[in-house]
């Protein structure tokens, strides 16, 4: 059973929730204190598991098709699991909630309780977000960009354009991977009647918008304060990795799996390249 929570929480993307939060809200105030390990761990672990877990729960027929699926790309829940899993994401996200609200400020309670929310109901009835075209790539880039998000509101950042762009350049990231991704289980999803931007608009179609928000997610960071622009480089990167996949045709759209295996290691390099650029920013600051 533990086994089956750890890969259903997706170890290899825990940090793409927690390295926003604890980037943030280091930045914005200065140093590591209480809040900022709470927040860290949280975004780490419990979030993800209610995230993923949530998400395996009520994918379990998708997924059962799903040959990518029962490793790093997500688990093949058994159905004696789909309880425990519920409550374990329940239950391990409890307590840092708490204090996190007591900790907080109405407004930083309320961008934790719409984080939150999203994660439910991207793939729980009844809204069950993810069946829902476009608004499956947008919910998918919310849960991502919104533990930044949050932390800027929980820390108190003063919010400049620069800053603004930066995490729209953010949210485009997230709609272009979930897109990208989305594209690889056409044929899954289309057998099990689930509904997905990649089954809606097609594979060719899904990877061209990836790019294209890829793209505009480059021009964004142009924006920031150096050495921010920079950063267009690792969007470039992105781009680079889904181009070969611009003309795919719906039933060849499994290849495409590729390039998600590529995209896991590219947010590793990705994460060092913001790094280095976020601690030049710093130290020049």
């Known amino acids: 059973m533990l086994k089956q929570l750890l890969v259903a929480s997706r170890p290899v993307?825990?940090?793409?929730?927690?390295?926003?939060?604890?980037a943030a809200y280091l930045v914005t105030t200065g140093g590591i204190d209480a809040t900022w390990v709470v927040g860290t761990v949280f975004f780490l672990v419990p979030y993800n598991l209610a995230m993923y877990g949530i998400n395996d729960v009520f994918d379990y027929e998708s997924d059962l098709r799903n040959p990518r699926k029962g490793g790093?790309?997500?688990?093949?829940?058994?159905?004696?699991?789909?309880?425990?899993?519920?409550?374990?994401?329940?239950?391990?996200?409890?307590?840092?909630?708490?204090?996190?609200?007591?900790?907080?400020?109405?407004?930083?309670?309320?961008?934790?309780?719409?984080?939150l929310f999203f994660v439910v109901e991207y793939s729980a009835p009844p809204w069950r977000?993810?069946?829902?075209?476009?608004?499956?790539?947008?919910?998918?880039?919310?849960?991502?960009f919104s533990p930044a998000v949050y932390a800027l509101v929980l820390a108190g950042a003063t919010w400049t354009p620069g800053l603004v762009a930066l995490i729209c350049a953010f949210a485009l990231w997230g709609v272009a991977s979930h897109a990208l991704g989305a594209v690889?289980?056409?044929?899954?999803?289309?057998?099990?009647?689930?509904?997905?931007i990649a089954t809606a608009r097609g594979a060719r179609?899904?990877?061209?918008?990836?790019?294209?928000?890829?793209?505009?997610?480059?021009?964004?960071?142009?924006?920031?304060?150096?050495?921010?622009?920079?950063?267009?480089?690792?969007?470039?990167?992105?781009?680079?990795?889904?181009?070969?996949?611009?003309?795919?045709a719906d039933h060849q759209a499994t290849a495409v799996t590729a390039a998600w295996r590529r995209f896991l290691w590219l947010n590793q390099i990705?994460?060092?390249?913001?790094?280095?650029?976020?601690?030049?920013?710093v130290a020049i600051g």
């Open 205 to 248: 179609w899904t990877v061209r918008f990836a790019i294209a928000c890829y793209a505009a997610a480059a021009v964004l960071v142009l924006a920031t304060a150096w050495p921010g622009p920079l950063a267009a480089v690792v969007a470039v990167m992105y781009i680079v990795n889904a181009w070969a996949y611009r003309n795919v």
């Open 72 to 115: 790093a790309h997500g688990a093949v829940l058994d159905p004696r699991a789909h309880r425990v899993t519920l409550w374990a994401a329940a239950l391990s996200c409890l307590p840092f909630v708490v204090y996190l609200g007591v900790v907080g400020s109405p407004a930083s309670w309320v961008v934790l309780a719409l984080s």
């Open 270 to 281: 990705a994460g060092a390249a913001v790094t280095v650029l976020l601690i030049w920013y």
């Open 184 to 196: 690889q289980d056409i044929v899954a999803d289309r057998e099990a009647r689930i509904s997905s």
């Open 13 to 22: 993307s825990w940090v793409n929730t927690a390295y926003p939060f604890a």
């Open 129 to 144: 977000l993810k069946e829902v075209p476009i608004a499956d790539s947008a919910t998918s880039s919310i849960h991502f």
